[in-house]
C-alpha cells in the first residue's frame, strides 16, 4: 500500500509520525530541517493542534512535514481537515449593554422617525427665540456692541506735556589714550555629518514594521529583549503596523503574500522563506 493511501486511514499526527518512524527520522532531526522547535512536531504528531499557533500555521507544518517526508500532502492535509475545526467565536452584544429596538425592524424604524422629529422641532424653536431676541445670550449678544460704541464715543484723557530732558553738566575733556585691539583668531565652523537618508535603527534603537498581506498569514514578532509585540492570524488585504526596541525577531507564515517594510526600507523576504515560512531578525 503507497504512503498516500495509507494517509487517509488514520489522523494527520499518527500519519507524519509513522512515516517519520520508517524513513528512520527523530523527532529532533524534524525539528532541525523544518526549522521548527521540538515540542511543536510533538505537539503535531500529537494532534493537540491547541498548542499550536492557529490553524494557517498548522496548514504549513503539515505540508511542509510532508513534503520532508516525500509524500503526497493534499490527503493528510483533508484528514487535517476533517480532525481539525478551530472553534467557533461567539459575541453576545447583550452582554455588552448594547441597545437594541424592541418590536422589529418597522417599530425602531417609527421610533427613530419620531425621535428625529421631536429634535428638528426643538432645534427650530430655539432658533425663533434666538431671532426674536428673547434669549438671554441673544440680549447679552446685541447689548455688547451698544456699550463698545459708548465707549469708543467718549473723549480721550489729555495726555500730559512732556517734560524737556535736563541738559547733563558738560564733562570734562580727558587725554584718551589708544585702544588695544587683540589679535584676531581664526574661527573654526563645527561641521556635523548628517545621516544618511533612510538609515536602519541602530542596535537597541526603535524600529518600526509595516506589512502588507495579499494573503491569510499568521507572524509572530518579538522585540530584542524578548518581549511578544505581536501574535496573530492577519486576513487577506489587511495591513498591521508594529513598531518596538531593536533589534525584532519575526516569525511570518505564508512569508510569499506579504510585503515587509522596515524603517520605510523594502525588505525581500525571499532569501528568509524555508517551506513558507520566514524567520528573520532585523537591527
Do not use: C, H
Not at 475545526?85 to 453576545?92: C, F, T
Not at 498591521?240 to 523594502?266: E, H, M, Q, S
Request: charged share 25%.
Amino acid at each position: 500500500m503507497s504512503d498516500t493511501a495509507e494517509a487517509g486511514t488514520g489522523g494527520p499526527g499518527s500519519t507524519l509520525a509513522r512515516l517519520r518512524t520508517e524513513r528512520k527520522l527523530s523527532i529532533a532531526d524534524v525539528a532541525q530541517r523544518l526549522k521548527y522547535g521540538a515540542r511543536q512536531i510533538e505537539a503535531l504528531e500529537a494532534e493537540e493542534f491547541d498548542r499550536l499557533p492557529g490553524a494557517t500555521f498548522v496548514r504549513g507544518m503539515v505540508r511542509g512535514y510532508a513534503k520532508l517526508l516525500e509524500t503526497d500532502p493534499e490527503p493528510i492535509l483533508g484528514a487535517l481537515e476533517q480532525r481539525y475545526v478551530p472553534g467557533e467565536i461567539s459575541l453576545d452584544l447583550r452582554a455588552k449593554r448594547v441597545p437594541f429596538p424592541q418590536g422589529g425592524k418597522r417599530r425602531g424604524n417609527r421610533t427613530y422617525l419620531f425621535l428625529s422629529i421631536l429634535v428638528f422641532i426643538a432645534v427650530a424653536g430655539v432658533l425663533y427665540e434666538w431671532r426674536m431676541g428673547t434669549l438671554p445670550l441673544a440680549k447679552l449678544a446685541s447689548t455688547k456692541p451698544a456699550e463698545q460704541q459708548d465707549a469708543k464715543s467718549l473723549p480721550a484723557p489729555a495726555s500730559a506735556p512732556a517734560l524737556a530732558p535736563a541738559s547733563a553738566p558738560a564733562e570734562a575733556e580727558l587725554p584718551v589714550s589708544p585702544p588695544v585691539v587683540a589679535p584676531e583668531k581664526p574661527a573654526v565652523a563645527a561641521t556635523r555629518a548628517a545621516p544618511p537618508p533612510n538609515a536602519p535603527a541602530a542596535p537597541g534603537g526603535e524600529g518600526r514594521v509595516r506589512m502588507e498581506f495579499a494573503g491569510e498569514s499568521w507572524v509572530e514578532i518579538r522585540d530584542g529583549e524578548g518581549k511578544l509585540l505581536m501574535s496573530q492570524l492577519n486576513p487577506t488585504g489587511s495591513r498591521r503596523v508594529v513598531a518596538g526596541k531593536a533589534p525584532l525577531l519575526l516569525v511570518i507564515g505564508n512569508a510569499a503574500n506579504v510585503r515587509l517594510t522596515y524603517n520605510d526600507k523594502p525588505i525581500d523576504l525571499k532569501p528568509y522563506i524555508q517551506i513558507e515560512v520566514a524567520r528573520l531578525t532585523l537591527d
